[in-house]
């Protein structure tokens, strides 16, 4: 989780009872300052802390935030999540792995380690990291030893009395090998995780495989389908909520 002084501060951090609610920023794909993706990215900046500081739980943003995962594009993100008055959790994506290494992504955005297990009021959520096993591109990988630890957090979270949801950059049928694909879909069925958030395809997208909602968000950068924006997403007692909202809508 990257934190500035007054992050925590201004977080709602669900209490038990309490839904969780979070924001997605769809996937940046930064390149240089001052294009289209920084400054709809300046302005989902802006409008959250007008309107979502303390109001909801954090803010995620799903991967692929760097076009080609290099220090100078991290930095521009960087400045800008110096502004935000929200935690936010980072996960990275193939483009953030073009250079077959996260150095960057860790060093300069200071992001959260990955695999990594957040708990908030009644809900743990679990973080993935889908690229650093792969050899790049789409190659998506979990690995034995996250593929455990996935099953151990899940066990944990179901003895403690937790719904779990799950932030990934993409679907659990992208993962490469399809083994590993049917392992992860099972143990999301198995333990009945809530919702899985994504990002990876640039379109909204809502799917149900009959127990787990999973929500993708438009993407802020490489737009393929309307204008930006940005979604927020709840999870209260079992039910999963999602709304779209463009930057141009009040």
């Not at 957090?153 to 590993?180: I, M, N, R, S, W």
Request: some cysteine; glycine content about 8%; aromatic content about 8%.
């Amino acid at each position: 989780m990257v934190q500035g002084q007054t992050t925590f501060a201004a977080s709602k951090l669900s209490q038990h009872g309490e839904p969780l609610v979070w924001m997605h920023i769809g996937d940046l794909h930064l390149t240089e300052a001052e294009l289209p993706n920084h400054l709809a990215q300046r302005d989902i900046i802006e409008q959250a802390n007008a309107h979502l500081a303390g109001q909801i739980d954090f803010v995620v943003l799903p991967g692929d935030n760097a076009d080609d995962g290099t220090p100078e594009q991290y930095q521009i993100l960087r400045t800008e999540l110096d502004h935000l008055n929200l935690p936010v959790h980072i996960i990275p994506g193939d483009h953030d792995f073009k250079s077959r290494d996260l150095r960057a992504f860790y060093e300069v955005l200071g992001a959260e380690h990955l695999p990594n297990a957040v708990s908030v009021g009644d809900y743990r959520c679990l973080l993935p990291d889908y690229v650093s096993a792969g050899t790049g591109g789409p190659d998506f990988r979990l690995g034995k030893p996250q593929l455990d630890w996935f099953k151990a957090e899940l066990q944990t979270a179901a003895a403690a009395g937790k719904e779990t949801v799950v932030f990934a950059h993409g679907y659990p049928a992208d993962l490469a090998d399809a083994d590993e694909a049917s392992a992860f879909h099972g143990l999301l069925r198995e333990f009945r995780v809530a919702a899985v958030d994504m990002g990876h395809t640039h379109y909204n997208e809502l799917a149900n495989d009959g127990r787990t909602i999973y929500a993708s968000t438009r993407s802020t950068g490489q737009i393929e389908e309307g204008p930006a924006g940005f979604s927020l997403l709840a999870v209260d007692n079992g039910v999963v909520s999602w709304r779209f909202k463009p930057l141009n809508e009040a």
